[in-house]
């Protein structure tokens, strides 16, 4: 016999900005009947807001709300991400795409890049972005999604978008609000707990209000006002590994140079973003206080802008790593509060939209069982320390000896399992992969290669092939280069599908 109703009767959700109203929006979505959600924000708090640049599963996510494309991207003034190029970062005067998408389809048993550095060393090809549709077309400044057909090679990209964090939030608060969810202004005074179980029972406003709920979601950025103010939960810190621990942003003039994809410069200390928006450029540096000062900082970012800056440098500090727990008691953390990952790669928002995904498939009942928390704890921690291992990956393959930073970087030891991946690709080219990875097999490949990390020798099974993997690789080439001449323009696309108002 089932157990009795022990639904939740109330979600409340701490914070607003990107988390708090994507949560609310999936909760409103999906808790159709017999919930109260409600949101507590202040206007007077800012929100970060530097998440503009995604990865593809945003469109999941979207999709999942019933979001049509080209209504958000006008909402939010959004534009296409087909990847993201990295300037200086395996030695000075180098530049690599990381792709979204697959390098073409394979041709063989034996992985694509296999046959590519058999044929690059005896100087049969070019370089690997040459061989991927994603560049093809950002090179060339041109967009569409892809198409069905997988005998095409226009059916092996992918892509996500830049957008205005602060619009979005406004956008999906409309959403959730149309869906029942209750926002209630201020600020969070105090957290009252069980004095037996410690559990969040209710918070009390600066206004003396009381909000109880059954179910806490923190949302309140770094601080973690439930998930660390309140449970003391600890804090694992990373910046061994990742040592930048500041950044500066700042929106800049737009250019005729509007690329359907991000672009991440090093620089001494650290490295400059540049995320191209249908009516501005965001820009920024994240960077080491330890190797330059907030000052050179900001002389250096808006010394390297592509248009006149729209606003003075706006600062952000933080210490990379996780709480130790992502769900505590009955407080699930998500966004800034269960941590910080540089945005190198782009995946602040993945992790809140990761944090929200796995809310919904280990959602509890008022018995909180320990079982569900254990696994749902696991889950994040596993995922997060993969992407963690990914972002150290660009770092760690410097041949840069130019500052400290560089040097450190590059003698630095690393987590056992990215150790392990750099060994195998360098050995033999092989993509290891233990547990579940966000990253898939194109992105591990162009880092790796991207920042030199050759392979000694090609996976043994290709001396059992007898495929000219050249002649195929060539062909790929001249396909992509082709297809992409008939894409819009990043501009035209835009135009006509989804083109913001002035």
């Known amino acids: 016999m089932l157990k009795n109703d022990r639904r939740l009767r109330g979600v409340v959700i701490v914070g607003g900005g990107t988390a708090g109203w994507m949560t609310a929006a999936?909760?409103?979505?999906?808790?159709?009947?017999?919930?109260?959600?409600?949101?507590?924000?202040?206007?007077?708090?800012?929100?970060?807001?530097?998440?503009?640049?995604?990865?593809?599963?945003?469109?999941?996510?979207?999709?999942?709300?019933?979001?049509?494309?080209?209504?958000?991207?006008?909402?939010?003034?959004?534009?296409?991400?087909?990847?993201?190029?990295?300037?200086?970062?395996?030695?000075?005067?180098?530049?690599y795409f990381h792709p979204f998408g697959t390098y073409a389809r394979p041709f063989d048993m034996a992985q694509l890049h296999q046959f590519w550095v058999r044929a690059y060393a005896e100087g049969k090809v070019t370089s690997l972005d040459d061989y991927c549709m994603a560049w093809a077309a950002a090179k060339e400044g041109r967009f569409a999604?892809?198409?069905?057909?997988?005998?095409?090679?226009?059916?092996?990209?992918?892509?996500?978008?830049?957008?205005?964090?602060?619009?979005?939030?406004?956008?999906?608060?409309?959403?959730?609000?149309?869906?029942?969810?209750?926002?209630?202004?201020?600020?969070?005074a105090s957290v009252q707990q069980n004095a037996q179980s410690g559990f969040v029972e209710s918070v009390t406003m600066e206004s003396g209000a009381g909000v109880a709920g059954d179910l806490f979601i923190d949302c309140s950025g770094f601080r973690g006002l439930l998930i660390e103010g309140a449970l003391n939960t600890g804090y694992e810190d990373w910046t061994h590994w990742l040592p930048c621990d500041r950044a500066l942003a700042v929106p800049c003039a737009s250019t005729p140079d509007f690329t359907p994809y991000t672009r991440s410069t090093a620089r001494t200390a650290g490295w400059q973003w540049r995320i191209p928006l249908q009516h501005r450029i965001g820009n920024g540096y994240v960077y080491s206080s330890a190797q330059i000062t907030d000052d050179e900082a900001a002389r250096t970012l808006l010394a390297n802008l592509d248009g006149q800056a729209l606003?003075?440098?706006?600062?952000?500090?933080?210490?990379?790593?996780?709480?130790?727990?992502?769900?505590?008691?009955?407080?699930?953390?998500?966004?800034?509060?269960?941590?910080?990952?540089?945005?190198?790669?782009?995946?602040?928002?993945?992790?809140?939209?990761?944090?929200?995904?796995?809310?919904?498939?280990?959602?509890?009942?008022?018995?909180?069982?320990?079982?569900?928390?254990?696994?749902?704890?696991?889950?994040?921690?596993?995922?997060?320390?993969?992407?963690?291992?990914?972002?150290?990956?660009?770092?760690?393959?410097?041949?840069?000896?130019?500052?400290?930073?560089?040097?450190?970087?590059?003698?630095?030891?690393?987590?056992?399992?990215?150790q392990a991946k750099i060994d195998h690709f360098r050995r033999y080219g092989r993509l290891i992969?233990?547990?579940?990875?966000?990253?898939?097999?194109?992105?591990?490949?162009?880092?790796?290669?991207?920042?030199?990390?050759?392979?000694?020798?090609?996976?043994?099974?290709?001396?059992?092939?007898?495929?000219?993997?050249?002649?195929?690789?060539?062909?790929?080439r001249a396909a992509a280069a082709a297809a992409a001449k008939t894409l819009p323009t990043h501009q035209a696309y835009i135009d006509r599908f989804c083109k913001a108002a002035a």
Request: charged share 25%; proline share 5%.
């Open 145 to 188: 999604p892809p198409i069905a057909d997988q005998r095409n090679i226009l059916s092996t990209h992918g892509y996500a978008y830049h957008f205005d964090a602060g619009l979005y939030a406004k956008y999906l608060r409309a959403y959730a609000e149309a869906r029942g969810v209750k926002r209630i202004e201020g600020k969070v």
């Open 433 to 476: 992969q233990r547990d579940a990875d966000l990253f898939g097999a194109a992105s591990w490949t162009a880092v790796h290669i991207g920042q030199f990390n050759m392979p000694e020798q090609v996976d043994p099974l290709l001396d059992f092939r007898d495929l000219d993997g050249a002649d195929w690789l060539n062909k790929i």
């Open 26 to 95: 999936a909760l409103g979505n999906t808790l159709q009947h017999g919930c109260e959600i409600t949101l507590i924000e202040s206007d007077e708090i800012g929100i970060v807001g530097v998440g503009e640049a995604t990865i593809p599963p945003i469109k999941l996510f979207n999709d999942t709300l019933g979001i049509d494309e080209n209504a958000f991207l006008k909402a939010t003034k959004g534009s296409f991400k087909l990847g993201i190029q990295f300037v200086d970062w395996a030695r000075m005067g180098h530049r």
């Open 311 to 418: 606003a003075d440098p706006r600062p952000l500090r933080f210490v990379t790593g996780r709480r130790k727990l992502f769900w505590n008691k009955n407080v699930i953390a998500i966004g800034l509060s269960s941590g910080f990952i540089e945005p190198l790669e782009s995946t602040s928002i993945h992790l809140i939209q990761a944090g929200i995904s796995k809310l919904l498939a280990f959602f509890p009942d008022r018995d909180f069982d320990p079982i569900v928390t254990a696994e749902f704890n696991h889950i994040a921690i596993n995922e997060v320390e993969r992407i963690r291992d990914f972002v150290i990956l660009h770092y760690k393959l410097t041949s840069r000896d130019d500052s400290e930073l560089w040097r450190y970087c590059a003698a630095m030891s690393v987590p056992e399992p990215l």
